[in-house]
């Protein structure tokens, strides 16, 4: 470690430069983890949020809402099966509302309306105003970002394309569902809007999109024997069902894949240059009788150091941007990711390192004191 303190000292400017290199490497990953990570709230934050274990879909709908129904009267059966301890109906339809109350604010808004039971574990906590009331069909709680776009407890939302309204009287935190913020109301209301068009319900009773599960180890293979034409799977394949989420995922991990393979080249290109440059004085430290295992620790606690630094740089630089990002930029940084993209850049810079000390091992001192005479 004084080695590579000494060394890392003597040449700063040779160093600051690999460091930069380091820190914009660092702060790319962890931004396009940010934007990921925010990307997938952004489609699935109310799935992701809800308090239920599996999730029964219509068979062949691959676990997607948008092409599931089901008969309402199947969660009575369900919460009969063994291991399962409460079932909630959901549904769930795209729609766009303008405020219809005295506002000089009449701009369209893209919403997701979700039709829940009043009280029951999918209902989200209500940070202002009050909950859903299974009597009073026409409230809903809407997620906080319509705030931003003007909407306030007390408004009557207009639903373009229908004569149907609802009326804000509470706000929920971090709710959306397929990038849009979500509007919670009862079922009956959701099925109101979402089946007005006679024959649209496919002649099913109280149809919902999917039952909500909540129980451990619960028997998906069994269920479905018992209950022909639908399919029950983890609220995990559920989000993966969500329209998009796995394309969005699979292409900022395809991204972040790319730039840590291109950053153990890069670090490993630098490290493996700097020890072609001191072959002659790692020469002579071995025939004073340094070990190629003493040269190795030094090269690896170097780049550990700069590497460790770096990284720590790239960080606070991360959060110091997520402050002045709009607020209609998807960033939301996950602490336990930012953790485990750190730990994955600096094992990269270290096994980067390797092939430096590999190129220690085969330096013969006294081809290095020739040339140095």
């Given at each position: 470690m004084f080695l590579a303190i000494k060394e890392l000292k003597h040449g700063k400017l040779r160093f600051l430069m690999i460091g930069v290199i380091t820190v914009l490497i660092a702060w790319l990953v962890f931004i396009l983890s940010g934007l990921g990570n925010g990307l997938s709230t952004l489609s699935a934050a109310t799935?992701?949020?809800?308090?239920?274990?599996?999730?029964?879909?219509e068979d062949g709908s691959r676990s997607s809402m948008s092409r599931s129904l089901l008969s309402e009267s199947l969660a009575e059966k369900l919460e009969n099966q063994a291991n399962?301890?409460?079932v909630s109906a959901m549904g769930a339809t795209m729609g766009t509302v303008l405020n219809n109350s005295d506002s000089d604010d009449k701009e369209k808004v893209d919403i997701a309306i979700l039709g829940i039971t009043p009280g029951s574990f999918l209902e989200p906590n209500v940070i202002d105003g009050k909950p859903l009331q299974a009597k009073k069909s026409l409230e809903v709680i809407a997620n906080d970002t319509l705030k931003k776009k003007g909407f306030k407890i007390g408004d009557t939302l207009k639903i373009e394309g229908s004569l149907e309204k609802m009326k804000i009287v509470g706000f929920v935190k971090n709710e959306t569902y397929n990038h849009l913020p979500a509007v919670f109301t009862t079922l009956d209301k959701w099925r109101s809007i979402q089946f007005a068009a006679p024959g649209s319900d496919k002649g099913i009773e109280k149809p919902v999109n999917g039952i909500m599960l909540q129980g451990e180890n619960v028997d998906s293979v069994k269920i479905k024997q018992l209950f022909?034409?639908?399919?029950t799977v983890t609220k995990a394949a559920a989000i993966q069902g969500m329209p998009g989420y796995k394309e969005e995922n699979g292409t900022i991990t395809m991204m972040l894949a790319f730039l840590l393979a291109i950053s153990a080249f890069v670090l490993g290109a630098f490290f493996y240059v700097l020890t072609l440059q001191k072959s002659n004085q790692f020469g002579i430290l071995k025939a004073i009788g340094a070990s190629n295992r003493f040269l190795g620790r030094a090269i690896v606690s170097q780049v550990f150091l700069l590497s460790f630094i770096s990284i720590v740089a790239g960080i606070l630089l991360t959060y110091g941007t997520a402050l002045i990002l709009p607020d209609e930029m998807p960033f939301s940084l996950d602490l336990k990711l930012v953790v485990l993209y750190a730990l994955?850049?600096?094992?990269?810079?270290?096994?980067?390192?390797?092939?430096?000390?590999?190129?220690?091992?085969?330096?013969?001192?006294?081809?290095?004191?020739?040339?140095?005479?």
């Open positions: 799935f992701k949020n809800m308090d239920a274990n599996y999730v029964t879909f399962v301890s409460a022909k034409n639908t399919d994955l850049l600096l094992v990269i810079s270290i096994l980067s390192s390797l092939v430096s000390v590999r190129k220690i091992t085969k330096i013969d001192p006294l081809q290095a004191i020739g040339r140095m005479e």
